[in-house]
Structure formats: C-alpha cells, structure tokens
C-alpha cells in the first residue's frame, strides 16, 4: 500500500475500477475514510499525510472484503464506528 493517504486513495480506486466497481472513487473514498475513522469528507484534509501501519491494514482488510462480495462497498458493508 502506498505512502500518502492520496496514494492510497488513488489506488484503491483504480484496484476497484479493475474490479468492475461501477463508481470506485466513491468507493474508494469511503473505505479509506473508514480506515482513517473519519467521516467521508474528511478524507481531503488528510491527503498528505502519511498512511500509518494500523490504518494500512484496516485498509487491505476493508479491501479484502469488499472484494469478497465484488460489489461497491456502500451496498455491501456497514462503516465502522467513527473513532
């Protein structure tokens, strides 16, 4: 996984759009919220920062199982709590 929560966010939408997911940078957007724990528009004031390893593997598992349903994750899976 990358570095920056922009480079995560830029990749995890073009894993989903491979995968078929018809809007993966909203997809993208909110699984990468939910493994910062902020709010979906929150993301943006975080792009620079530095993905930590926690918050790196909440997002392969929030990853690993979006991609077990294969459908976008608003339709598939609950967010977590918001810390």
């Known amino acids: 996984m990358p570095g920056s929560v922009q480079a995560a966010l830029t990749e995890v939408s073009a894993r989903l759009r491979a995968a078929g997911i ?49 459908q976008p994750w608003g339709a598939t899976l609950t967010l977590p709590t918001m810390r």
């Open 22 to 70: 018809v809007d993966p940078g909203r997809d993208a957007r909110l699984l990468v919220a939910a493994a910062l724990g902020v709010a979906p528009d929150r993301v943006t004031l975080s792009l620079q920062d530095a993905l930590t390893g926690p918050v790196r593997e909440r997002l392969d598992r929030y990853l690993l199982a979006a991609g077990s349903f294969r």
